[in-house]
T-cell receptor, first 112, second 113 residues
Framework: DTGVSQNPRHKITKRGQNVTFRCDPI?????LYWYRQTLGQGPEFLTYFQNEAQLEKSRLLSDRFSAERPKGSFSTLEIQRTEQGDSAMYLC??????????FGPGTRLTVL | QQQVKQSPQSLIVQKGGISIINCAYE??????FPWYQQFPGKGPALLIAIRPDVSEKKEGRFTISFNKSAKQFSLHIMDSQPGDSATYFCAASKAGTASKLTFGTGTRLQVTL
């Protein structure tokens, strides 16, 4: 059990660029979650996958955001036409049919 | 609409003292209440969790107290240590929602020598 991993750990981009983040969940965990955390706040739910199916999306996830989990393993979160307001820590978590979620170290995005 | 309210925002405790962080929730459908610890630059790590069928759960120096009628729960850290200095988040989830977590705003704990 190597834990949840996320790449890159840090990303600096210019406004208007597209960025993609990757999350590798704990092996055999069928549930995968994306959260966003801004400075001084708790994480906020963005979206959830059960295996490869994206079953729920928050209203926070505008149409510039898209997430995938091909083959039910790793997941990617893409942000198109980034805005300064997208600057945040993007956290991934996984679980195995249970309430307990294990979080990765996050990807910190800075949009200049 | 903030469904989980957390207080205090920050807390300073002397080494060996008891740290107490409180949370209140609004949605009575919540049925799982975890506490997470987060160090700067790291992801949240699960500390301890409780369900509404018990009023208290203890794991080592960490205890959750749960008051269903008041819709409140709290984290007690006994014998606080400098290594406990971190930000603590309470959270809640409800059955049938794939356990998506609703977090409080966090409490920054500093344990002084």
């Amino acid at each position: 059990d190597t834990g949840v991993s996320q790449n890159p750990r840090h990303k600096i981009t210019k406004r208007g660029q597209n960025v993609t983040f990757r999350c590798d969940p704990i092996s055999e965990h069928n549930r995968l979650y994306w959260y966003r955390q801004t400075l001084g706040q708790g994480p906020e739910f963005l979206t959830y996958f059960q295996n490869e199916a994206q079953l729920e999306k928050s209203r926070l996830l505008s149409d510039r955001f898209s997430a995938e989990r091909p083959k039910g393993s790793f997941s990617t979160l893409e942000i198109q036409r980034t805005e300064q307001g997208d600057s945040a820590m993007y956290l991934c978590a996984s679980s195995l049919n249970a309430d307990t979620q294990y979080f990765g170290p996050g990807t910190r995005l800075t949009v200049l | 609409q903030q469904q989980v309210k957390q207080s205090p925002q920050s807390l300073i405790v002397q080494k060996g003292g008891i740290s107490i962080i409180n949370c209140a929730y609004e949605n009575t459908a919540f049925d799982y209440f975890p506490w997470y610890q987060q160090f700067p630059g790291k992801g949240p790590a699960l500390l301890i969790a409780i369900r509404p069928d018990v009023s208290e759960k203890k794991e080592g120096r960490f205890t959750i107290s749960f008051n269903k009628s008041a819709k409140q729960f709290s984290l007690h850290i006994m014998d606080s240590q400098p290594g406990d200095s971190a930000t603590y988040f309470c959270a809640a989830s409800k059955a049938g929602t794939a356990s998506k977590l609703t977090f409080g705003t966090g409490t920054r704990l500093q344990v002084t020598l």
